[in-house]
């Protein structure tokens, strides 16, 4: 069976800017894939080319084994989108939006209304379908779009960030639907710089970073490859810098910790990476004491995402995310978009 | 009653509506299905935002009443042939009016550019993207039409008297190549400028230069030589000129001569003519700007 999603070698730079340069992954069939990485690492370029909305400069780009530059209009038909930011017609009532929908996606009609009916039930949209976009909330938006994205049957759905600027409870609305989708067959692939979002739904994962993809696979096989489990320990609940060190050269002497952090953003907190030993709290916990320290609290976890992140790139995604929030134009950005 | 099968039914993929990868639908149908969910869609946006019609409507209303009352006692016969200003003005005010409202017609286009709505329409299977430009252009054309027969009954009442079928058809001939023309040219900036500001700056150095290079508010002969030339170069003139004519006289043909130009005079279809040449030239020269955004 082709991939859903077949993207080899893709490069596209906009002027002198290179947004993505080289970037391949493949969804197959069926599995919810997430693009993740933060703002400006190249995942809406990488989205834009898919949806045939920016030509590729170079590289492969096939949905269900078409190409999407060759034949657009046939990838165009198996694919939905939902992008970031919804544009809906405000002064269009969401019944009358997705009728529009689909007819540009030529449904024929008796259908396309039935269908149309049932996609506002499922996500309790019956309500508000003869009101103005314009009234709706953001997570109101988000479900129309989706209902619209999903109104031709796609074999594949795109979302790019489909949570950004949403509350919680819309979120996770959001998040069961695309698990509902992912059960009645249809591929789903989504972008998110939010690592729980990715953590929490995609089978596969790519991780890019300044256009490049720098790791893929599932969550807990990244997770392993970087090993190691990690350790949060407070020492009191506002550790003394000093007392903080003390306690950083005396852990890091042991022979199962890799390395220790001491995070000042968390009352001196210290951070710890413990790898060949399974009985590590007991062994931390003894040092501790023979040396006098005391705990306020100590927790263990396996590496997250961001963990792995982190291995990859050297930094967090969080400091990746302000570094790129200081160096983006988004001026520049949306008037790419527009071409 | 929602089951669990029926939700899986309703959001599985079904590939027997995507077709191969040669189209197995009919492409005409298509596209006649799409442009008539575009132009629905702007029409709904009109009747729920009137506005932009009615100032539409009120603003030639105004230029009658007022440009109207301004060489009111001017000497009869002054705008040639036993005329009052009015009966002379009003060609010039229809004409103005469906050019205004045509150059207007990117700018809804290029609100959708600027809000993403466009993208909307650019990932969807279109048969032809060009049923965008068609959908709008069928919704200007018929705008213009409102706004030319609401200012053809107020010159009627005003006193600048009422063609006869025949001329209101002409009238509406001419009405209608100067839109789909200008309508074009329109559209192709909305496609090429930047943003929104650029088009409003263009339609407003455009607007009443145009106006004021053609012959709707002054006869030629009261212009000065190079003015003449200009206004009959401007293809506002070849609207107005024979739509004055046909407000004038019953009695005509296609041969009738309906225009003076400081060279020659023009005969109706020869006036027409021009203005499908007007027509192709914009199309042509958009076209380019069309295929780089459609491609």
Known sequence: MANAVFIDNLHKSYGSITAVENISFQVQPGEIFGLLGPNGAGKTTTIRCLTTLAKPDRGTVEVCGISAVKNPRAARRRLGYVAQEVALDKVLTGRELLHLQAALYHLPSEGAKERIERLLELLNL?????????????????RLDLAAGLLHQPEVLVLDEPTVGLDIESRFIVWDFLRQLKAAGTTVLITSHYLEEIDALADRLAIIDSGVVIDSGSP???????????????????????EAQQAKAMLSSLPFVQSVIVNPARGNSLNLIVKGESNYLTNIEESLAAASFPIFSMTQSRPSLDDVYLAATGRTLMDAEM????????????????? | MITQSSIQSSLSPDPSLHGGLEDNSSALGDFLQETFALTKRLFIQLQRRPSTLMAGIIQPFMWLLLFGALFTNAPRGFFGEDLNYGQFLAPGVIVFTAFSGALNA??????????????????????????????????????????????????????????NIAGLGAIALIVLLVVLGVTALSLGLAFALPGHIELIAVIFVTNLPLLFASTALAPLSFMAGWLQVVASLNPLTYAIEPIRYLYLHSEWGIGTLVMDTPWTSISLWAVILVLLAF?????????????????
Do not use: C, H
Request: net charge positive; hydrophobic share 45%.
């Open chain 2, 106 to 163: 990117g700018l809804p286009v290029m609100f959708d550019r600027e809000f993403g709505f466009l993208n909307r329409l650019l990932v969807a299977p279109l048969a032809s993207r060009y049923s965008i430009v068609a959908a709008s252009t069928i919704y200007i054309v018929a705008l213009s039409f409102i706004q030319t027969g609401v200012i053809v009954a107020a010159s009627a009442f005003l006193g600048a008297g009422l063609p």
């Open chain 1, 323 to 339: 570094a790129a929030a200081g160096r983006r134009d988004l001026k520049a950005e949306k008037k790419e978009e527009m071409k």
């Open chain 1, 126 to 142: 019956t309500t508000y379908a003869d009101r103005q976009t314009g009234t709706y909330s953001g997570g109101l938006r988000k």
């Open chain 2, 279 to 295: 027509d192709a030239l914009v199309l042509l020269a958009i076209q380019p700007l069309l295929r780089r955004r459609f491609a």
């Open chain 1, 220 to 242: 807990s096989q990244l997770k392993e490859r970087v090993g190691g489990d990690r350790v949060t320990l407070q020492i009191k609940e506002f550790t003394p810098e000093e």
